[in-house]
């Protein structure tokens, strides 16, 4: 009795090109072929062995409190360590904390980086940090923290506060969470604009 192949199958239509080695051949010169050395591309995923050590790559969390939104981040890398209880964000941080109803944006933060102590409760934003609040003021400095049960913001580095109709400048402060009530420590200087009637 003769083989029979389906009239849709691979050895009916192509015959030659169908010999059992040949596919093995074709699939072993793609894998080869498709393998070009790029460091740069590879250097991202050597890592040493962590235990305890889980990675992400573009990150976009929503994070809820009884139901309702209170933030949305994101992230282009993260690393999580158990056994610290601590989350590391890399490569670019975004983030927008929402009024009590969850409707409604009240302030953005952008950074270079973050970092979360859930031990502590304590939000750091890192690295060329800009917040936005709805009255139009705008915050800058390199290092922002957040009490994750109080809602206080703070730093004690130096910072720049653009609003509507002056710009102020110093070291340390404390806000809101919403950014839209904010006191600086030690006041440095300020430099107003008005109406130019």
Known sequence: MDFWTPPWGVRARYGVWARPGFGFLVLTVVLVGGCAPDPEKAERFRHPLE???????????????????????????????????????????????????????????????GRRDAKNGILEARGRVVANNTAGDTLFTE????????????????????????????????????????????LKGSVRWGDRS
Do not use: C
């Not at 990675?55 to 994070?63: A, C, I, K, P, S």
């Not at 209170?70 to 929402?98: E, I, P, T």
């Not at 922002?144 to 609003?163: A, S």
């Open 51 to 113: 235990v305890g050590v889980d990675r992400m790559e573009g990150v976009d969390w929503w994070f809820y409190s009884q139901g309702k939104v209170k933030a949305h981040a994101v992230a282009g890398r993260a690393a999580w360590y158990r056994n610290q209880d601590r989350l590391d964000l890399y490569d670019g941080l975004r983030v927008a904390f929402y009024d009590a109803t969850g409707s409604r944006v009240l302030s953005r933060l952008k950074a270079d980086g």
């Open 143 to 186: 290092r922002l923290f957040m009490e994750e049960v109080t809602g206080r913001v703070y730093t004690t580095g130096p910072v720049r506060i653009r609003t509507p109709r002056e710009l102020l400048m110093g070291e340390g402060l404390e806000a809101n969470r919403d950014l839209s009530q904010y006191r600086i420590l030690k």
